[in-house]
């Protein structure tokens, strides 16, 4: 199972933690199939009694037991999708507005993605 060969390339590099590129040639598996791995086990993690999958530019993935680990992955995945709402409302959502001002269900998609940004931002810049 890939999960399984990902599990235990990240177990063994801990703590540090493993570009797609390295996880690759460790589990030698394809992209895609690392790929499926890490989708598996952050979906069951938790279930099997693992930290979560987490990633960034500097480390790579990781199954880090460090807390700051963590929270610093869920911050960059709350501003990712702060920028996508954004941009989803700015390229679509906006002019359409824009244009049918009246219209009913741009104005309760309006409402309900700035209620949306406002949590994300929030996300994003509290402290511990």
């Given at each position: ?38 989708r ?43 920028r ?42 509290m402290?511990?």
């Amino acid at each position: 199972m890939h999960a399984e060969a990902v599990r235990r390339a990240l177990e063994e590099a801990r703590p540090a933690g493993l570009t797609l590129k390295r996880l690759v040639r460790s589990t030698k598996r394809t992209p895609a199939q690392v790929w499926a791995g890490i989708r598996y086990l952050r979906k069951f993690a938790i279930r099997d009694g693992l930290p979560p999958v987490t990633f960034n530019a500097t480390d790579g993935f990781q199954l880090s037991e460090d807390l700051e680990v963590w929270i610093a992955y869920e911050r960059a995945v709350f501003r990712i999708e702060l920028r996508r709402i954004t941009n989803f409302v700015e390229a679509a959502v906006g002019p359409h507005a824009k244009r049918l001002p009246k219209d009913e269900w741009a104005r309760l998609v309006l409402e309900q993605l700035g209620g949306v940004k406002a949590t994300l931002e929030v996300l994003t810049r509290m402290e511990r």
